[in-house]
T-cell receptor, first 114, second 112 residues
Framework: GQQLNQSPQSMFIQEGEDVSMNCTSS?????WLWYKQDPGEGPVLLIA?????ELTSNGRLTAQFGITRKDSFLNISASIPSDVGIYFC??????????????FGQGTTLQVKP | KAGVTQTPRYLIKTRGQQVTLSCSPI?????VSWYQQTPGQGLQFLFE???????NKGNFPGRFSGRQFSNSRSEMNVSTLELGDSALYLC???????????FGQGTRLTVV
C-alpha cells in the first residue's frame, strides 16, 4: 500500500533548540496535515496544508507543502518541555478514490531536556 | 464548540465477543472517519462515512463495520473479536471529505 516515510523516528534535544522533521512519499498528495499526540490521547491537529509550496505557521510551528507534492516538513522553533510528544504527518493522496482517507507517517517522538 | 466525542474511553472484551464504539462529530461536520492505532502498524484507515453512506474503506476484514446516522453521529462495530483487535480506535470528523480532520480522544479496546 501507499507509504509515508517520516523521519527522524525520534529526537532528544535541549530546551531552546529548533527541531525539524519531514515526510516523503513516492506518491502525490493533495493535502498534508501535521498532528501531535500525547500518550493515551487522540492526535491534535497542528497545521493543515492544501497547496504545493504553501508555507504555514502556527506560533512556533512552521510547515511546508513540498513543490513536488510528495513531501512536507515541520519545524518547531525554540522548543519547550511541553513540545514533548509524538508528531505525525498525514496526507490525502490525489485521486477521487482517495478522498476522505488519510495516510499516516510512522511518527517522530520528540523529547526535550530542560 | 465541542470537539469530537468518543465513547466509551476504555473497553475490555473477550475473544469472540462483539463491540460497538460511538463517535459524535463536531457540530456541522458531515464526514466521519475511523482509524485503528497499534504500536506495530501505526495509524491505519478503517472507513469513512459522509451523508450516511460509506464512501471509502481500508484493508480490514469484514468483521469491521460501521454506520452513520442522519445527525452525522457514527458507530463502528467489530464482531468475533480477536486478540489482535486490541488497539486505540480513533474517530475523526471533517466539515467536508477533503478538509482537515479533527480527532477524538479514542476508545482503548483490550481483547482478552
Amino acid at each position: 500500500g501507499q507509504q509515508l516515510n517520516q523521519s527522524p523516528q525520534s529526537m532528544f534535544i535541549q530546551e531552546g533548540e529548533d527541531v525539524s522533521m519531514n515526510c516523503t512519499s513516492s506518491s502525490i498528495f493533495n493535502t498534508w496535515l501535521w498532528y501531535k499526540q500525547d500518550p493515551g490521547e487522540g492526535p491534535v491537529l497542528l497545521i493543515a496544508l492544501y497547496k504545493a509550496g504553501e508555507l504555514t505557521s502556527n506560533g512556533r510551528l512552521t510547515a511546508q507543502f513540498g513543490i513536488t507534492r510528495k513531501d512536507s516538513f515541520l519545524n518547531i522553533s525554540a522548543s519547550i518541555p511541553s513540545d514533548v510528544g509524538i508528531y505525525f504527518c498525514a496526507g490525502q493522496l490525489s485521486g477521487s478514490s482517495n478522498t476522505g482517507k488519510l495516510i499516516f507517517g510512522q511518527g517522530t517522538t520528540l523529547q526535550v531536556k530542560p | 464548540k465541542a470537539g469530537v466525542t468518543q465513547t466509551p474511553r476504555y473497553l475490555i472484551k473477550t475473544r469472540g465477543q462483539q463491540v460497538t464504539l460511538s463517535c459524535s462529530p463536531i457540530s456541522g461536520h458531515r464526514s466521519v472517519s475511523w482509524y485503528q492505532q497499534t504500536p506495530g502498524q501505526g495509524l491505519q484507515f478503517l472507513f469513512e462515512y459522509f451523508s450516511e453512506t460509506q464512501r471509502n474503506k481500508g484493508n480490514f476484514p469484514g468483521r469491521f463495520s460501521g454506520r452513520q446516522f442522519s445527525n452525522s453521529r457514527s458507530e463502528m462495530n467489530v464482531s468475533t473479536l480477536e486478540l489482535g483487535d486490541s488497539a486505540l480506535y480513533l474517530c475523526a470528523s471533517s466539515f467536508n471529505r477533503d478538509t482537515e480532520a479533527f480527532f477524538g480522544q479514542g476508545t482503548r479496546l483490550t481483547v482478552v
